[in-house]
């Protein structure tokens, strides 16, 4: 099992977008994915259309008053398992920081997950901060998923992420965590600005860098709103063959986590 964290301290990148549809296209190849929801505000549940599940948020397992398995529900989409978010997370952050081990809470609640090898990926949506909640998810990683905007000032971001994945390291909280890949999002095929931007960051962070680019599109924008992933929404629009690639080359870049599933699942 391997835990990625889907990260960026700026909001409005595709994180949870990409949270969403690459674990949806990752279950449509049988891999078992769990994702977690992290965000208060709850953006990877509602998509999924499952907001109506109250208080069964990893807000009780992060304090130790209940174990993860039970809060885990299945999705209606197949090998796709979901831990909702609500806003009982945002007083976690609170109480969590009181805590001696707080930046290890998650970890230690994800470790029986690691022990069963009940899922072949957990796929962690991070709130767009730096909080509490942010740097248990980044303590727990076995790498991190770091989707950006193609604009201006993606690489600043990027430097940012860097520092904070740095200062982790160095915590002693998870001396191994890294930025295993950089996915561009929101790629504008009609700008020169788009272009120069995919350029530049794979200059300054070369094979790290997805191969695949998502697009800029109304249907990925509309999806959420209804409840329901790019593949089911348009499923064979841009953003859905985008995301399809993105699982692809996703399973090539952890092949022998993929190759284990795919044996089970055989």
Do not use: W
């Amino acid at each position: 099992m391997k835990i990625i964290a889907i990260a960026n301290q700026k909001g409005g990148v595709g994180k949870t977008t990409t949270a969403v549809n690459l674990g949806a296209a990752l279950a449509e190849r049988a891999q078992r994915i769990l994702l977690i929801d992290l965000d208060p505000q709850g953006n990877a549940t509602s998509s999924l259309g499952m907001q109506d599940f109250e208080g069964e948020s990893l807000y009780d397992p992060l304090l130790g008053e209940t174990t993860l398995a039970n809060k885990i529900l299945p999705t209606r989409l197949d090998h796709l398992f979901l831990v909702p978010a609500d806003l009982d997370l945002a007083g976690a952050e609170v109480e969590i920081a009181r805590m001696p081990d707080h930046l290890l809470r998650l970890a230690r609640t994800l470790q029986p997950l690691r022990a069963d090898s009940a899922f072949d990926f957990v796929l962690l949506d991070c709130p767009p901060s730096l909080g509490i909640l942010m740097s248990n998810a980044l303590a727990a990683a076995d790498e991190i998923l770091t989707p950006i905007q193609c604009e201006y000032f993606a690489l600043e971001g990027l430097v940012k992420i860097v520092r904070v994945v740095e200062q982790v390291r160095d915590s002693g909280a998870n001396p191994n965590v890294e930025i295993g890949g950089i996915l561009m999002t929101m790629f504008d095929s009609r700008t020169n600005l788009s272009a120069q931007v995919v350029t530049e960051v794979r200059q300054h962070f070369a094979a790290r860098v997805y191969d695949t680019v998502i697009p800029r599109t109304v249907r990925l924008s509309e999806a959420p709103s209804f409840g329901k992933t790019i593949l089911e929404y348009d499923k064979t629009g841009a953003g859905a063959r985008a995301y399809r690639a993105l699982a692809d080359e996703f399973i090539r870049r952890h092949a022998p986590v993929a190759a284990t599933a795919e044996k089970g699942e055989a």
